[in-house]
């Protein structure tokens, strides 16, 4: 890209060689309305959307963030580019403190970063042209003297997004696009400022699976080709592991283990990592995988467990864990776990073929060694879990 449009935060030079951002202890607590009662007593409750997080993204990068809904990813995304203002922690952009900013200095930022949202069909007006849509950045921040300046700098966005020849798409309407041009479209609107960052929040999911490809292929392009790091939001493992060098996998608005992408689906240490891959379904019908279950649903983030907040869900779990909140210990060279047993537990990997006599009578998942489990006299076996939730024996009916 030519530099028509001046960078943002040009004087601003990162304290790391390389680290585009730098968080620390960042939380995000949305308050909730407190009922008459608690109001009158001054409790305060709240959401804890992201509970502090740290981790850093280097220049070209792009970080996958996973986890299943509700986890806070979309949060932490929303935090980096300031749609959301962080309740504690730090967050460096290139060595700038960005989380307090506000008014023009916030403003200034906003034009370094960008983000693409989930639905192309939701985040696009369908008033506006997609001449209109893309020039509206350019109005906002002033960029570009004349109408023509606008319109050469939306052809050339139109063109890094793979929408060719621009004139055939700029006086187009949302309606007359498919949903693959659509997000081009979204994408152009991102690029039109030289963005410096871009958090891509779930951009495929609402796409059909024939043109998710060609998307993220130009999400990778323009990665190599102009060096934009990218913050890649996804409940999609596999998407996520083709986009992504590293992989932070989210729980609970926290980070549960964080490391290069082949390392986390190659070698996952953290129970809940290994429910999220073994839940990847395996095109082979004749492999002999045991799917790993995790117990129940997810806590409420209003009233997080104490000590590890998976140890509700966590079949490994022991004493310790429900009371001490475990550390992010970096197990092996850049590759961390919250976990008190980080390393030592078994867990399986999906390269891994197991087949296991113990199934679980109540759940029918495996139950692996290492796992808390009970068996009833007349031999059936149960997660420790499972067996804490049947009165009677799915076997024999006898009581448990
Ligand atoms: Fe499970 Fe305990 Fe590790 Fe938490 S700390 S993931 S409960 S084993």
């Known amino acids: 890209m030519e530099a028509e449009v001046t960078d943002a935060t040009t004087e601003e030079v990162g304290k790391k060689s390389g680290v585009v951002w730098e968080v620390k202890n960042l939380t995000k607590l949305f308050p909730i309305k407190a009922g008459f009662i608690a109001s009158l007593l001054g409790k305060e409750t ?30 932490c995304g929303r935090l980096l580019v300031r749609l959301e203002t962080p309740t504690r922690g730090t967050m460096q952009f290139h060595g700038q403190e960005i989380g307090g900013l506000k008014g023009r200095e916030l403003k200034r930022f906003r034009r370094s970063v960008q983000m693409i949202f989930q639905d192309p069909y939701e985040s696009l007006n369908p008033r506006l042209s997609v001449f209109a849509t893309i020039a509206e950045p350019l109005i906002v921040h002033s960029v570009g003297d004349t ?34 041009q659509r997000q081009r479209v979204a994408i ?23 043109i998710r490809a060609g998307i993220m292929n130009l999400m990778l392009n323009l990665r190599e080709e102009y060096g934009i790091p990218f913050m890649f939001i996804s409940h999609d493992v596999s998407v996520t592991r083709y986009m992504s060098d590293r992989i932070g996998v989210m729980y609970l608005g926290g980070f549960v283990e964080l490391a290069g992408s082949e390392d986390v689906i190659k070698n996952p240490m953290h129970p809940y990592t290994e429910a999220l891959l073994s839940a990847v379904p395996v095109p082979d019908p004749t492999a002999k995988h045991g799917r790993v279950k995790i117990k129940g649903d997810l806590p409420s983030p209003i009233n997080l467990p104490p000590g590890c907040t998976f140890h509700p869900r966590c079949l490994y779990k022991k004493d310790i864990c429900k009371s001490q909140v475990p550390e992010f210990k970096e197990v092996e060279p850049g590759h961390f776990v919250l976990c008190h047993f980080a390393g ?17 009578k109540y759940c029918n998942a495996t139950i692996k060694k290492g796992m808390a489990s009970v068996q009833h006299s007349c031999g059936a076996n149960y997660h420790e879990e499972c067996a804490d939730r049947v009165k009677a024996c799915t076997v024999c009916g006898k009581e448990l």
């Open 344 to 360: 030592e537990l078994p867990i399986v990997k999906p390269d891994d073929e197991y087949v296991t006599e113990e199934i679980c």
């Open 46 to 75: 709240n959401v804890h959307a992201v509970n502090d997080v740290e981790f850093e993204i280097y220049d070209r990068e792009i970080l996958g963030i996973v986890g299943e809904s509700g986890c806070g990813k979309t949060t």
């Open 188 to 210: 152009a609107r991102t690029l039109v400022l030289r963005p410096r960052f871009i958090v891509a929040d779930e951009p495929v999911s609402m796409l059909d699976v024939s």
């Open 147 to 180: 109408i023509e300046d606008r319109e050469e700098l939306v052809r050339k966005a139109l063109e890094y997004a793979e929408l060719k020849p621009p004139e055939e798409f700029m006086y187009r309407y949302p309606h007359e696009l498919s949903g693959g």
